[in-house]
C-alpha cells in the first residue's frame, strides 16, 4: 500500500471514530425518565476514551462490502454498547475487580457497584433497541439482533466470561485457552465484521469471510492483548497490567512464551487476511486498521 493511500486511511478511520463518538453522544442523552446520575454514569463509561475497535470494524468491512458509512452506524453503536457493558461487569469485583478502564476509575469506583449493574444493564438492552428501530429493511433487523444477541450470549462472549472465571488458578491447555478467546473476545470481531457486510447487503460468500476474517484478528488481537498484559505500560494501557498472573490466570505467553505467541499472532494475521482477497482493493482500509493494531501498544 503506498504511503498517500496509508494517511488517507488514518485520515478516514479518525473521521469515522468521531462519527462515532458523536452517534453514541447522541444515544446516551435520554429522557428525564432516566435518572440523572444513572445517565451520568452510562456516559462516564460510554463516551470513556475507549479505542473503538469493534465499530470501527463494523464500519469498515460495511466499507469493504460498497456500503456508506451512515447506513451503519446504528450497528456500529450498538457493538459497542455490548463491549462497554461487558467491560463494566468485567471490572465489578464479583468478576475481575478491577480499579482502572480507559485511563479513568471504574464505574463501580466512580459510581457504586449498584449503578455499575444497571450501566451495564441499561447499555445491553439499548444495543437491541437501536438495532430494532435503525436498522432497515425489517428483516435486516431482525437478522442484526439474533447475529448479535448470539455472539453476546451463553454460548459466546457470556460463556466465555463464564469459563474464564472458572479457570482462575487452573492449569489451561492451550485448546481450553483458544476455546475461551473464542467466546470471549472473538465471537465480538466476528459478530462486528459479518454485521458491516450484512447491513452492506452482501452476499452469503462474502459475510461468511468477513466473519471468519473477525474471527481470526480477534483470536491474534487476544493473543496481543495478553502479551500486553505482560509488557505493556499502565499508562498506555489505561488499565491495571500483570493482573493476568496475579490472578492465576492462564494466558498465551505463559503457554507457549512470548516468540511463539507473537508468531501464532502474525499467523492468525496472515489467515485473516487470506479472507479479505475476495474484497480486493476496497478492503485496504480494513487492512491497513489491522495492520496498526498488530504494533499496538495499548
Ligand atoms: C461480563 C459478559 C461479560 C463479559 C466480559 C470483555 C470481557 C468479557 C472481559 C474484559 C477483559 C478482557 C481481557 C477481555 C478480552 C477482550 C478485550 C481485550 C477487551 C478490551 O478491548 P479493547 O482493548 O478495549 O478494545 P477499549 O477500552 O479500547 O474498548
Redesign the pocket.
Same mark, same amino acid.
Not at 254 to 271: A, F, K, P
Given at each position: 500500500m503506498a504511503l498517500g493511500s496509508l494517511e488517507t486511511n488514518l485520515i478516514n478511520m479518525q473521521a469515522l471514530r468521531q462519527r462515532i463518538d458523536d452517534r453514541l453522544a447522541e444515544h446516551v442523552r435520554y429522557s428525564p425518565g432516566c435518572p440523572r446520575r444513572l445517565q451520568e454514569a452510562i456516559q462516564y463509561c460510554l463516551l470513556?476514551p475507549?479505542?473503538? %475497535?469493534?465499530p470501527l470494524m463494523v464500519l469498515l468491512a460495511h466499507q469493504a462490502c460498497g456500503g456508506r458509512p451512515s447506513d451503519a452506524l446504528g450497528v456500529a453503536c450498538a457493538v459497542e454498547m455490548i *463491549? /462497554?457493558y461487558? %467491560?463494566v *461487569? !468485567?471490572d465489578l469485583p464479583a468478576? !475481575?475487580d478491577d480499579d482502572l478502564?480507559?485511563g479513568r476509575p471504574t464505574c463501580h469506583i466512580q459510581f457504586g457497584e449498584s449503578t455499575a449493574i444497571l450501566v451495564?444493564d441499561a447499555l445491553l438492552t439499548q444495543a437491541f433497541e437501536v438495532l430494532a428501530t435503525e436498522v432497515r429493511p425489517a428483516g435486516t433487523a431482525v437478522r442484526c439482533i439474533q447475529v448479535l444477541a448470539t455472539a453476546a450470549g451463553a454460548c459466546h %462472549?457470556?460463556g466465555?466470561?463464564a469459563a +474464564?472465571l472458572a479457570a482462575e488458578n487452573r492449569q489451561l491447555t492451550i485448546e481450553d485457552l483458544e476455546s475461551i478467546h473464542v467466546r470471549? /473476545?472473538a465471537a465480538l470481531f466476528s459478530a462486528a465484521a459479518y454485521l458491516g457486510g450484512l447491513t452492506a447487503s452482501a452476499d452469503a460468500v462474502r459475510t461468511a469471510h468477513l466473519s471468519e476474517f473477525g474471527r481470526l484478528f480477534g483470536l491474534s488481537?487476544?493473543i496481543i +492483548?495478553d502479551l500486553l498484559d505482560v509488557h505493556g505500560q499502565e499508562t498506555h494501557m489505561?488499565k491495571v497490567v500483570g493482573k493476568d498472573q496475579g490472578r492465576g490466570k492462564s494466558t498465551y505467553p505463559q503457554l507457549v512464551g512470548d516468540r511463539n505467541s507473537r508468531e501464532q499472532s502474525q499467523h492468525l494475521i496472515d489467515q485473516a487476511f487470506g479472507h479479505l482477497e475476495v474484497f480486493g482493493p476496497a478492503a485496504d482500509p480494513l487492512r491497513d486498521f489491522v495492520t496498526r493494531l498488530v504494533d499496538r501498544k495499548h
Amino acid at each position: 500500500m503506498a504511503l498517500g493511500s496509508l494517511e488517507t486511511n488514518l485520515i478516514n478511520m479518525q473521521a469515522l471514530r468521531q462519527r462515532i463518538d458523536d452517534r453514541l453522544a447522541e444515544h446516551v442523552r435520554y429522557s428525564p425518565g432516566c435518572p440523572r446520575r444513572l445517565q451520568e454514569a452510562i456516559q462516564y463509561c460510554l463516551l470513556a476514551p475507549g479505542k473503538r %475497535l469493534r465499530p470501527l470494524m463494523v464500519l469498515l468491512a460495511h466499507q469493504a462490502c460498497g456500503g456508506r458509512p451512515s447506513d451503519a452506524l446504528g450497528v456500529a453503536c450498538a457493538v459497542e454498547m455490548i *463491549h /462497554t457493558y461487558s %467491560l463494566v *461487569h !468485567d471490572d465489578l469485583p464479583a468478576m !475481575d475487580d478491577d480499579d482502572l478502564r480507559r485511563g479513568r476509575p471504574t464505574c463501580h469506583i466512580q459510581f457504586g457497584e449498584s449503578t455499575a449493574i444497571l450501566v451495564g444493564d441499561a447499555l445491553l438492552t439499548q444495543a437491541f433497541e437501536v438495532l430494532a428501530t435503525e436498522v432497515r429493511p425489517a428483516g435486516t433487523a431482525v437478522r442484526c439482533i439474533q447475529v448479535l444477541a448470539t455472539a453476546a450470549g451463553a454460548c459466546h %462472549l457470556i460463556g466465555g466470561q463464564a469459563a +474464564d472465571l472458572a479457570a482462575e488458578n487452573r492449569q489451561l491447555t492451550i485448546e481450553d485457552l483458544e476455546s475461551i478467546h473464542v467466546r470471549k /473476545t472473538a465471537a465480538l470481531f466476528s459478530a462486528a465484521a459479518y454485521l458491516g457486510g450484512l447491513t452492506a447487503s452482501a452476499d452469503a460468500v462474502r459475510t461468511a469471510h468477513l466473519s471468519e476474517f473477525g474471527r481470526l484478528f480477534g483470536l491474534s488481537f487476544q493473543i496481543i +492483548d495478553d502479551l500486553l498484559d505482560v509488557h505493556g505500560q499502565e499508562t498506555h494501557m489505561g488499565k491495571v497490567v500483570g493482573k493476568d498472573q496475579g490472578r492465576g490466570k492462564s494466558t498465551y505467553p505463559q503457554l507457549v512464551g512470548d516468540r511463539n505467541s507473537r508468531e501464532q499472532s502474525q499467523h492468525l494475521i496472515d489467515q485473516a487476511f487470506g479472507h479479505l482477497e475476495v474484497f480486493g482493493p476496497a478492503a485496504d482500509p480494513l487492512r491497513d486498521f489491522v495492520t496498526r493494531l498488530v504494533d499496538r501498544k495499548h
